[in-house]
């Protein structure tokens, strides 16, 4: 049963944004960190960003930092990743997850490239055309 229901994907122009939505209706999303993940084509998956049951800590990859932002709405059960300055490297189906622990579960792979986050979506499409 898939539980978080992403959207906001499509097609943008290098150096434009998009903002990406994750809802996981329920009294349970409070609870729970949440975050981003992207799979570009022919690549394994990789971390975007996380943040904590409140949002008031968050943590970033490497090579979207200063232009993703993720926030989320306790009260709308829903979080977001607000994607500026796109480039084409950012191309990727965007996976929207959900953990109970705010850690390096999210952004430590283990050997075999598997996080250990337990909820997943089931991806929107982003394409950067240059």
């Known amino acids: 049963q898939v539980l978080l229901v992403e959207s906001g994907g499509g097609t943008v122009q290098a150096g434009g944004s998009l903002r990406l939505s994750c809802a996981w209706p329920?009294?349970?999303?409070?609870?729970?960190?949440v975050g981003w993940f992207r799979q570009p084509p022919g690549k394994a998956r990789e971390f975007v960003a996380v943040?904590?049951?409140?949002?008031?800590?968050?943590t970033y990859g490497d090579s979207v930092k200063g232009r993703f932002t993720i926030s989320r709405d306790n009260a709308k059960s829903t979080v977001y990743l607000q994607m500026n300055s796109l480039k084409p490297d950012d191309t990727a189906v965007y996976y929207c997850?959900?953990?109970?622990?705010?850690?390096?579960?999210?952004?430590?792979?283990?050997?075999?490239?598997?996080?250990?986050?337990?909820?997943w979506g089931k991806g929107t499409l982003v394409t950067v055309s240059s």
């Open positions: 997850a959900a953990h109970y622990r705010y850690d390096s579960t999210w952004y430590s792979p283990s050997p075999g490239g598997d996080y250990g986050v337990g909820r």
């Open positions: 329920g009294r349970t999303f409070s609870l729970y960190a």
């Open positions: 943040c904590n049951w409140s949002g008031s800590s968050t």
